[in-house]
């Protein structure tokens, strides 16, 4: 089958207003468009970058979600005040309450949309900090962001919906307090496109190291899994049009990113869900692999050994299909048994022996007395040949941002809406507290994007 290639609208056809205007072409953005344009709003997405997709693209494990038929599918029951519990904690108890209960109570209906458009993340696996397989992903295993963007942009030409790329908004028009549009820059000319509302899909400020070093200094010097495009341009549009801003020191770095190459990959925590452990140079455990990002990049962090490494062996691998392509980029270790593996990634290989069987009889008995992780412990390493990845921490997702309510309105320093300005995705904050959750990024740009949407169109239809 040929390889499904969207193509975005010439500039030259940007009209001069619409109902709606989503900046970002990302999950939330594809998704709020799809959503508005079902119900009667005339859609257009803007996206500065040539390439669509934004951070989504590198989404790998899978879209969090509770009480799903796929979950009673696989045999699981599952509860979204456990749900809820989980992601509280993991975020440190700092997340808004109301964003996260209807976050969590929303998931399995995010589920059910994107199946009722063909979308079907029929597989499961898990991801620290959860304590049962909520994560929902694609049969094949493949990396759920380049999935759902495919997708969902196969759904958008379908319905007629126009992106436009290479093209920058500068500014939100406002007449008086009310957003009208946006001011645009493409090809060195700049025009005002009017709208009867727009919504921030612009993801968060990985990518821009000036915004990082303001907000946490401490992080000066870590390198980051962000496209380039990742630089917080719609938290400053939104600031500049009066919008408050929430939890913006609070920015997660990813335990598990490959970065000896000129390129920063991140390797997703479905591997570990799966069964991978992580060992020091030594060839021991130092962390239940599965806490929460947060704690296990700080374990990391504690070895002062530049890193660590995932081990793994054949059975895991062919649980998620990205280790081929980190393979492919030869970010992956290989030996035929644990030895020559231990030899090729420079650990101490008796102590990877002793570590892996040890490992191994936790499996089979069912409880990690070391350092007492109690899931991804279905698959033991045992099948050769076996695998190493070098991995160390960098800045991954940024949980601050614009501050919204549950209905995705933009609020200002009072806590008031501002008038045609809606946000939704990693470009707003609250969320998530003080760590977030793997699998909680895709499902909150298919919640939050949905309900954006249909906010916005609620908004247009009251005008």
Request: glycine share 12%.
């Amino acid at each position: 089958m040929p390889k499904f290639v969207f193509n975005t609208t010439d500039a030259s056809q940007l009209a001069d207003s619409y109902d709606l205007v989503i900046i970002g072409s990302g999950g939330t953005g594809l998704t709020a468009a799809l959503q508005a344009h079902e119900l009667g709003s005339k859609v257009a997405i803007l996206e500065k970058m040539p390439k669509l997709g934004g951070n989504t693209n590198r989404a790998s494990s899978g879209m969090n979600a509770a009480e799903t038929q796929v979950q009673l599918d696989h045999q699981i029951v599952d509860s979204m005040d456990d749900f809820y519990d989980e992601t509280l904690k993991g975020g440190g108890g700092l997340n808004n309450p109301a964003m996260l209960r209807y976050f969590t109570d929303h998931s399995a209906l995010a589920i059910d949309w994107l199946a009722h458009h063909g979308i079907n993340l029929t597989g499961l696996t898990i991801t620290g900090g959860m304590s049962t397989y909520r994560t929902h992903r694609p049969a094949s295993k493949a990396p759920i962001g380049g999935f759902l963007v495919t997708e969902l942009l196969k759904l958008i030409a379908k319905a007629g919906i126009p992106i436009f790329s290479d093209v920058k908004v500068t500014e939100l028009a406002k007449t008086g307090d009310t957003v009208t549009g946006v001011v645009v820059s493409h090809a060195n000319e700049t025009r005002t496109v009017n709208a009867k509302a727009v919504i921030l899909a612009t993801g968060g400020f990985g990518a821009n190291p000036e915004m990082l070093l303001k907000y946490r200094p401490d992080l000066k010097g870590y390198k980051t899994t962000n496209q380039p495009g990742a630089t917080g341009d719609g938290i400053k549009l939104a600031e500049q049009a009066g919008a408050a801003l929430v939890d913006m020191d609070q920015v997660q770095v990813h335990p598990t990113v490959q970065q000896d190459t000129p390129h920063t990959f991140l390797i997703g925590e479905a591997v570990r869900g799966e069964g991978a452990i992580l060992v020091n140079k030594a060839g021991e455990r130092f962390t239940n692999e599965l806490d929460t990002r947060k704690n296990v990049t700080a374990k990391i962090d504690d070895l002062y050994e530049g890193g660590a490494y995932l081990i793994f062996d054949s059975k895991i691998r062919a649980q998620v299909k990205a280790i081929d392509f980190y393979d492919a980029v030869g970010l992956v270790k290989h030996g035929d048994n644990l030895a020559d593996l231990a030899k090729e990634a420079n650990i101490n290989a008796e102590n990877l022996q002793t570590t892996v069987a040890r490992w191994n009889e936790c499996v089979k008995a069912g409880s990690d007395v070391d350092w007492h992780r109690t899931t991804g412990m279905d698959l033991a390493i045992v099948q050769g040949p076996f695998f190493a990845i070098h991995i160390a921490p960098a800045v991954h997702y940024t949980m601050g941002g614009v501050k919204i309510d549950t209905q995705t309105h933009v609020l200002d320093q009072a806590g008031h809406p501002l008038a045609g300005l809606f946000a939704a995705g990693e470009v707003a904050g609250g969320l998530h507290g003080n760590n977030r959750i793997g699998g909680n990024s895709i499902a909150e740009t298919v919640i939050y994007g949905r309900q954006a949407g249909q906010q916005s169109y609620k908004y247009i239809k009251s005008l």
